[in-house]
């Protein structure tokens, strides 16, 4: 089951990977002559918010990042397709699925335990209507 990184998540893993501020960010995108809020940011990272052409490729310069990065696919470390691909019986795909899934589940929580990820809060349902 692939499930694909988002653009913004991209994007705050290579911001937190620099240890750049939000604002920091948005500093250095003003630079460039790019207007944007730090929230503004905050939105594009965490999916709540689309990224114009033109403020990821000034993103892109202010992480020095390559902007295809944030376009790659993450199948190929995927456990499934590398089954699939190599003609496994659906069962056995099955079963790989679940292992990957709990693997994923075990790195997320170590992850929380370390700090080194914050889950997103989400608002209720009836909030988002």
Known sequence: MSKEISIGLKIK????????S???VVER???????????TLS???????TVSAVELNALCKVL????NILFEDEEDDDLVTLFRK??????T??????LQD??????????????EFKPQKKKPLWEEC
């Open 29 to 39: 995108l003003a630079e460039k002559d790019i207007n944007m809020s730090r929230e």
């Open 64 to 67: 020095n990042i390559d902007i």
């Open 93 to 98: 795909v099955e079963e790989v699925e679940k």
């Open 86 to 91: 190599k003609n496994f019986s659906e069962k």
């Open 43 to 49: 939105k594009i990272e965490n999916g709540n918010r």
């Open 102 to 115: 709990m693997i994923k589940m075990f790195i997320y929580q170590k992850k929380i335990y370390n700090g």
């Open 13 to 20: 893993a290579a911001r937190e990977a620099r240890g750049l």
């Open 22 to 24: 939000q604002i920091e």
